[in-house]
């Protein structure tokens, strides 16, 4: 199929270079002639596993082209995915100014009839405000659908090229129709096409979203309870998820959600029930606790060294929201170096694709290293922000001589507690009394 894709950010490439890998030819495009020149030469604008190869193996066999053309990329699709950021404004709701600019843009250069792909997370509604918007500037035929998307950063390659599931909401069985011979050659193991109603769709993003970050934010909270009554919040969560009921995924205690979607999205649903008259207490609790969680780590920090930060260095591992990804857009990272700097402390980090991102963010405030053995020499403690696999087996014993004193903040519960404190380390986690004596077996 003849496909175009506007915008060129983490959903827009993704998509458009997996449709490609599929034999479609895709045109992606976007308004940033630099980003797009960079593509052409092979150049990838954000770190994911898998998609630098596919975008180069589909690029040379002529099927994913780039463009800031996009009345050529209309004119020359059937299927046209809009793609777009809709960042959140001040009041939690969605700025939709660029969807309503590439609809607009679509409505003037349609030539026949399309298909048009709500790809980006849009408040409930928002297909029925682009079709009256695109109705006013053609006189073509064409359909405005919700096909929202559920890329995990990290594996997004992997969930689009294999997917649970995919939603199509629709009001037209002409679109319908095209839509399930698009998708399935990526659902041959069976998961299933779900179509619905338009705004059930656009619902079903946020409600998935916005369930998985409660999720994030009940662990969070037992695990707090957890640690101020002595028991052990990662074997009260194995206990838990042996539960097919509950399952395993997103019940780890740590340092709460960030990135682009579940801060975005929830606070999104918050503004649309707050809109609506409706109750939405559930909600407003879980991006409570999450926003809660960072100070609650920052304040063990403060703690330990009783309100006197002063000149303290600490070596930082890990930058981006969560690992395989380069991203920090809402990492936790950014509020707790922040608020350890306004203590007057020092800043020694790592990442191994975020740190790029991390000198826009932090500029010449903090020391950036070339590994993370660099980051903790003569360091004070040692500050575990992300779960790279390549923090999980560091050599314990070369860390504790790089630094001034054996001190770990493991935000993310990685370390083995009993092992650390048999090394000789101070070790503080999340869900757990660091002075409680550990159970002998």
């Known amino acids: 199929m003849k496909i175009c894709v506007i915008g060129t950010g983490y959903v827009g490439l993704v998509v458009g270079t997996c ?49 800031t053309d996009i009345k050529y ?17 001040e009041d939690g709701s969605a ?33 029925e405000k682009l079709t009256e918007l695109i109705k006013s500037k053609t006189k073509y035929e064409f359909d405005v ?14 969930d689009f090229l294999k997917p649970d599931r995919i939603i199509i909401g629709s009001n037209s069985s002409k679109a319908t129709e095209i839509m399930q011979e698009l998708y399935a ?13 338009v705004k059930s769709a656009e619902m079903t993003k946020y409600a998935s979203n916005s369930f998985l970050a409660l999720k994030v934010s009940f662990a969070n909270e037992i695990a707090n309870i957890c640690e101020q009554i002595g028991a052990d919040a990662e074997m009260v969560r194995k206990g838990m998820c042996a539960d097919k009921r509950i399952g395993a995924q997103f019940l780890f205690a740590g340092l709460g959600y960030g990135g682009s979607c579940f801060p975005k999205d929830i606070q999104a649903l918050i503004k649309t029930a707050k809109d609506n008259n409706c109750n939405y207490d559930i909600l407003q609790a879980a991006d409570n606790v999450n926003r809660n969680q960072r100070q609650l780590f920052i304040n063990k920090i403060i703690n330990k060294y009783e309100n006197n930060l002063k000149d303290k260095t600490f070596g930082i591992w890990g930058l981006s929201f969560k690992p395989k990804t380069s991203d920090m857009r809402e990492a936790p990272s950014i509020t707790i170096i922040n608020e350890l700097l306004k203590l007057d402390a020092k800043i020694q980090c790592y990442d191994p694709k975020a ?45 504790k001589l790089l630094l001034k004193q054996p001190i770990i903040f493991d935000g993310r519960n990685q370390y083995n507690s009993k092992k650390l404190i048999e090394l000789g380390f101070e070790y503080y986690s999340i869900g757990k009394n660091p002075n409680k004596k550990e159970t002998k077996n």
């Open 185 to 197: 050659p990526f659902l041959r193991t069976g998961n299933p096409i779900i179509t619905m109603d």
């Open 95 to 127: 700025d939709l100014s660029s969807v309503y600019k590439v609809a607009e843009d679509i409505g003037r250069y349609i030539n026949n009839y399309k298909v048009i792909v709500d790809k980006s997370t849009v408040p409930i509604g928002t297909a």
């Open 73 to 89: 990329a209309v004119e020359n699709s059937l299927i046209c995915y809009i793609a777009v950021g809709t960042p959140q404004k």
């Open 19 to 67: 449709l490609s890998e599929m034999g479609n030819n895709v045109i992606c495009v976007d308004n940033n002639l630099q980003k797009i020149e960079q593509l052409k030469d092979g150049i990838i604008p954000i770190y994911e596993p898998g998609l630098e190869e596919l975008v180069k193996s589909n690029v040379s066999e002529n099927r994913l082209i780039f463009t």
């Open 355 to 399: 740190m790029d991102n991390a000198k826009k963010i932090f500029k010449n405030r903090i020391q950036y290293s070339q590994n993370a053995y660099e980051a903790i020499k003569d360091a004070d403690a040692l500050l575990l922000l992300t779960e790279w696999n390549e923090f999980r087996r560091p050599d314990f014993e070369k860390v």
């Open 145 to 158: 659908i919700s096909n929202p998307e559920f890329l995990k950063q990290g594996a997004a390659v992997e």
